[in-house]
T-cell receptor, first 119, second 111 residues
Framework: DAGVIQSPRHEVTEMGQEVTLRCKPI?????LFWYRQTMMRGLELLIY????????DSGMPEDRFSAKMPNASFSTLKIQPSEPRDSAVYFC?????????????????FGPGTRLTVL | DAKTTQPPSMDCAEGRAANLPCNHS???????VYWYRQIHSQGPQYIIH???NNETNEMASLIITEDRKSSTLILPHATLRDTAVYYC????????????FGKGTLLTVNP
């Protein structure tokens, strides 16, 4: 398996523009997570999905952020409009909780991240 | 989820064992201890987890005290590639769980 795939790897945009980050989880995983990492705040969980359904979005900073998971192999995190304070590295991770291998349950596999710079 | 306390940084000589401590005095009975690490510019990587027994895998060993209020991650023969931020996280397993990352410990392995 190729692991969690994120695109783009780097994104530079101007304030006010819409930004869409994409994630392809590991095939067969039933949980998907979006994190944001900054020097000031560290690694923060934004939202997570179970079987394509959002479970907890309490970490989403404000209404400018939205996330969707239209199917088991694709998720997006959208920022509209973007602001300079949104500059960060955004990670997507996936996990298998419902599998038979309970020892592997809860292990989250992270993608390489998208480095977002908002000018 | 219970909070964890880790030293901000540690040094280790290459080839020696690295022992990374973590305090989690408010851990509850159904919470596990997880360790992840993040090498510079990469996403975090799972290392190991445990409930109350000591655990070992190909990457590391996890020693949990009998009262479960603290644990130690052991990298038996540290290499330069082990230089990373190591996160100790306490969380429940199963559904409706999430991992809360703190500041972690920056382990620097020196040649």
């Amino acid at each position: 398996d190729a692991g969690v795939i994120q695109s783009p790897r780097h994104e530079v945009t101007e304030m006010g523009q819409e930004v869409t980050l994409r994630c392809k989880p590991i095939s067969g995983h039933d949980y998907l997570f979006w994190y944001r990492q900054t020097m000031m705040r560290g690694l923060e969980l934004l939202i997570y999905f179970n079987n394509n359904v959002p479970i907890d979005d309490s970490g989403m900073p404000e209404d400018r952020f939205s996330a969707k998971m239209p199917n088991a192999s694709f998720s997006t995190l959208k920022i509209q409009p973007s602001e300079p304070r949104d500059s960060a590295v955004y990670f997507c991770a996936s996990s298998l909780i419902g599998g038979r291998d309970s020892l592997k349950a809860n292990e989250q596999f992270f993608g390489p991240g998208t480095r977002l710079t908002v000018l | 989820d219970a909070k964890t306390t880790q030293p901000p940084s540690m040094d280790c000589a290459e080839g020696r064992a690295a022992n990374l401590p973590c305090n989690h005095s408010t851990i509850s009975g159904n919470e596990y201890v997880y360790w992840y690490r993040q090498i510079h510019s990469q996403g975090p990587q799972y290392i190991i987890h445990g409930l109350k027994n000591n655990e070992t895998n190909e990457m590391a060993s996890l020693i949990i005290t009998e009262d479960r209020k603290s644990s130690t991650l052991i990298l038996p023969h540290a290499t330069l590639r082990d230089t990373a931020v190591y996160y100790c996280i306490v969380s429940r397993r199963g559904s409706n769980y999430k991992l809360t990352f703190g500041k972690g410990t920056l382990l620097t392995v020196n040649p």
